[in-house]
């Protein structure tokens, strides 16, 4: 007690000011009625003595002007400074590539991700080991980058847009493709899509649309058919083809 007197005198003015937890009285008395702590103030998010929620005594004697008791102290913890965001789908992605046209590796972002949408980014590299579009570049390090914008236009329409650049030494393929997958009844989809190709190296162009059917059959089977049919522009004049594929597939 002697403690507190002697800071109330020779802290001057100091001590004669209220503090937030007891505005209605000088810090000293306050102090001496056991009103307010020294003690250091409790940063965790549950405290022992719940010292950021329970009313001191004299905040819960002392009403305000309005008639109502002042509210108690908050805990900084429960103010929310930002919105927390916890997406259950995964939004980066490191992927492997082997088979009989390239090895390499692949990193995938999630670059928006809003209901109906999404955009992915994907940078890659690695080794070519077969040509792409019959060319004859074979056997080079190759460095890839895509994006990816898809959109759910209604329940049963999706868009899809890629735009992708692959480069090996003294040549670049740049492709742009825009597709729809549309759900017709319950386990079938239409599947359409248009794709543009340009290769530096060759000077040349292709276009390749392609039309595809997913529809069941008995049991777990299911046949997947596609239709393509491709254009393409070099120079040496213009060619056009088509063909079709067949899948069976069976879930297990």
């Given at each position: 007690?002697?403690?507190?007197w002697w800071l109330a005198l020779?802290?001057?003015?100091?001590?004669?000011?209220?503090?937030?937890?007891?505005?209605?009285?000088?810090?000293?008395?306050?102090?001496?009625?056991?009103?307010?702590?020294?003690?250091?103030?409790?940063?965790?998010?549950?405290?022992?003595?719940?010292?950021?929620?329970?009313?001191?005594?004299?905040?819960?004697?002392?009403?305000?002007?309005?008639?109502?008791?002042?509210?108690?102290?908050?805990?900084?913890?429960?103010?929310?400074?930002?919105?927390?965001?916890?997406?259950?789908?995964?939004?980066?992605?490191?992927?492997?590539?082997?088979?009989?046209?390239?090895?390499?590796?692949?990193?995938?972002?999630?670059?928006?991700?809003?209901?109906?949408?999404?955009?992915?980014?994907?940078?890659?590299?690695?080794?070519?080991?077969?040509?792409?579009?019959?060319?004859?570049?074979?056997?080079?390090?190759?460095?890839?980058?895509?994006?990816?914008?898809?959109?759910q236009i209604s329940p049963e329409?999706?868009?899809?847009?890629?735009?992708?650049?692959?480069?090996?030494?003294?040549?670049?393929?740049?492709?742009?493709?825009?597709?729809?997958?549309?759900?017709?009844?319950?386990?079938?989809?239409?599947?359409?899509?248009?794709?543009?190709?340009?290769?530096?190296?060759?000077?040349?162009?292709?276009?390749?649309?392609?039309?595809?059917?997913?529809?069941?059959?008995?049991?777990?089977?299911?046949?997947?058919?596609?239709?393509?049919?491709?254009?393409?522009?070099?120079?040496?004049?213009?060619?056009?083809?088509?063909?079709?594929?067949?899948?069976?597939?069976?879930?297990?």
């Amino acid at each position: 007690m002697s403690a507190v007197w002697w800071l109330a005198l020779a802290g001057l003015p100091v001590f004669q000011h209220p503090l937030p937890e007891s505005p209605g009285e000088p810090a000293a008395i306050a102090l001496a009625a056991g009103r307010i702590s020294l003690r250091t103030p409790c940063y965790e998010l549950v405290c022992p003595d719940a010292e950021w929620s329970a009313d001191t005594p004299w905040l819960a004697v002392q009403p305000r002007k309005d008639g109502q008791l002042p509210s108690p102290l908050a805990s900084p913890f429960s103010k929310r400074y930002a919105a927390l965001n916890a997406p259950v789908s995964r939004r980066v992605w490191v992927e492997s590539q082997l088979d009989k046209s390239k090895v390499g590796a692949s990193y995938r972002f999630q670059a928006l991700s809003k209901p109906g949408s999404d955009l992915q980014v994907q940078l890659g590299t690695g080794y070519r080991l077969l040509s792409y579009d019959d060319n004859a570049w074979v056997d080079a390090p190759v460095a890839r980058g895509s994006v990816v914008y898809s959109r759910q236009i209604s329940p049963e329409i999706r868009f899809q847009q890629q735009a992708q650049i692959e480069a090996i030494p003294n040549n670049t393929n740049i492709r742009q493709t825009f597709g729809f997958n549309i759900a017709l009844a319950p386990k079938w989809a239409l599947n359409s899509a248009v794709e543009f190709s340009r290769d530096t190296g060759f000077n040349s162009t292709l276009v390749r649309r392609t039309l595809g059917l997913s529809m069941p059959l008995v049991s777990q089977w299911t046949l997947d058919s596609e239709l393509r049919r491709y254009s393409t522009t070099t120079n040496n004049g213009d060619q056009a083809y088509t063909e079709g594929s067949m899948n069976f597939r069976y879930a297990f």
